[in-house]
């Protein structure tokens, strides 16, 4: 199984159907120890994926990526839109030039996006930020791509591995952002960022769901 330009897009709008429906949680969640708009944050995120998705007109999906990536890093609500968008614009260093990703090339193209956000922040596991929801699922997708598992089950993995890295921040004291400044206080409530990251995942899941292989 191969991922053509189309599944991506498939993959990208079910991720925006997910913030969408959850948007509210993700700012409840925020409030916690944040301001309160993490929700309307990822909503605009995910308006500005669209416009990617909708500029892009010559079925590169190189250029898909990097539009998204620029789209998403001009969007207002901290560190979000630089984060998100530079995940996007590293995934498009690694996209293949003939627009077909096989697990390999996935893998390789998560990977690249992790380490492109990565030169932006110093978070690591534990530090209760969306790192701690990507991390695993970037590693999932590097053992699926060792064991040639099919895209489909990888992503279905990778999703769950990020939904249990998002549900571990509860126990965890923040390390970045406003919410350090609580410490114990803001522990047992899971990190808005990360819950977000484990949703866009599983709309990457659910997205090529139906293309199975």
């Not at 997910?18 to 309160?36: C, R, T, V, W, Y």
């Not at 007109?57 to 890093?73: C, K, R, V």
């Given at each position: 199984?191969?991922?053509?330009?189309?599944?991506?897009?498939?993959?990208?709008?079910?991720?925006?159907?997910?913030?969408?429906?959850?948007?509210?949680?993700?700012?409840?969640?925020?409030?916690?120890?944040?301001?309160?708009?993490?929700?309307?944050?990822m909503l605009r995120a995910m308006g500005c994926l669209?416009?990617?998705?909708?500029?892009?007109?010559?079925?590169?999906?190189?250029?898909?990526?990097?539009?998204?990536?620029?789209?998403?890093?001009?969007?207002?609500?901290?560190?979000?839109?630089?984060?998100?968008?530079?995940?996007?614009?590293?995934?498009?260093?690694?996209?293949?030039?003939?627009?077909?990703?096989?697990?390999?090339?996935?893998?390789?193209?998560?990977?690249?996006?992790?380490?492109?956000?990565?030169?932006?922040?110093?978070?690591?596991?534990?530090?209760?930020t969306l790192v701690d929801a990507l991390i695993p699922?970037?590693?999932?997708?590097?053992?699926?791509?060792?064991?040639?598992?099919?895209?489909?089950?990888?992503?279905?993995t990778a999703a769950a591995a990020a939904a249990r890295?998002?549900?571990?921040?509860?126990?965890?004291?923040?390390?970045?952002?406003?919410?350090?400044?609580?410490?114990?206080?803001?522990?047992?409530?899971?990190?808005?960022?990360?819950?977000?990251?484990?949703?866009?995942?599983?709309?990457?899941?659910?997205?090529?769901?139906?293309?199975?292989?």
């Amino acid at each position: 199984m191969k991922l053509g330009y189309g599944d991506f897009v498939k993959m990208f709008r079910q991720a925006i159907q997910e913030i969408q429906a959850n948007h509210p949680m993700l700012s409840k969640l925020d409030s916690f120890g944040g301001d309160g708009d993490h929700g309307t944050t990822m909503l605009r995120a995910m308006g500005c994926l669209e416009k990617g998705i909708n500029q892009t007109t010559n079925g590169s999906l190189g250029d898909l990526l990097n539009n998204i990536g620029w789209a998403i890093m001009g969007v207002d609500g901290g560190a979000t839109g630089p984060l998100l968008g530079s995940f996007f614009s590293g995934m498009a260093e690694k996209a293949p030039a003939t627009n077909q990703a096989d697990i390999q090339a996935l893998a390789a193209m998560f990977e690249a996006g992790w380490q492109n956000l990565s030169t932006l922040t110093q978070a690591k596991v534990g530090d209760k930020t969306l790192v701690d929801a990507l991390i695993p699922a970037v590693d999932t997708l590097r053992a699926a791509a060792q064991q040639n598992q099919s895209i489909s089950i990888a992503l279905q993995t990778a999703a769950a591995a990020a939904a249990r890295g998002a549900q571990a921040t509860q126990a965890m004291q923040p390390r970045f952002g406003r919410a350090k400044n609580l410490g114990a206080a803001a522990m047992g409530h899971p990190d808005a960022g990360a819950t977000s990251v484990s949703l866009l995942f599983k709309g990457f899941a659910e997205g090529v769901n139906s293309h199975a292989g």
